[in-house]
């Protein structure tokens, strides 16, 4: 990017997002603070941590349903299933290794989590709704623990 680059030649925010990101990161490099697009690069940096939280939320949701399909159709059970289970674990923890911040927070969506994971499964598994219990049966640690396969038999 030149470095005379005016502020009347950068791309406006709402014209190209890519192209602005490009030149927004060039201006922070260059050390060009007085030609920042400073209200929308916050509230873009500020969303990066929702992403993270929504990012964490949906895997912890798929997680959540493969679990109750593994509990509760143990004669459906395939390694395509494990997979999933293993893959949302792996990708919910490096997500919490990068922001430990976010270390909370699968336990504070849970019950939202759940609800959706509870009427997902039955949906996928065409078991009735009722069939899984109202509230989430396992708890966070053993949902996030690599080795836990719930049983069929199993009860909170």
Known sequence: MNKHLWK????????DFAQWCVEQ????RAGRLDALDRENLAEEIESLGGSEEDEIGSRLNVLLTHLLKWR???DKRSSGWRGTIAEQ??????????SPSLRAFPAEVLVDEY??????????TGLPEQIFPETCPFVVDQIL????????????
């Open 72 to 74: 509760y159709q143990p």
């Open 115 to 124: 609800k959706t994971a509870r009427l997902l499964a039955a949906g996928k």
């Open 25 to 28: 990161g060039a201006l922070l």
């Open 89 to 98: 674990r792996y990708r919910i923890g490096r997500r919490l290794k990068r």
């Open 8 to 15: 009347s030649q950068l791309t406006p925010y709402e014209v």
């Open 145 to 156: 623990e690599e080795s836990f396969f719930p049983d069929a038999a199993e009860e909170r």
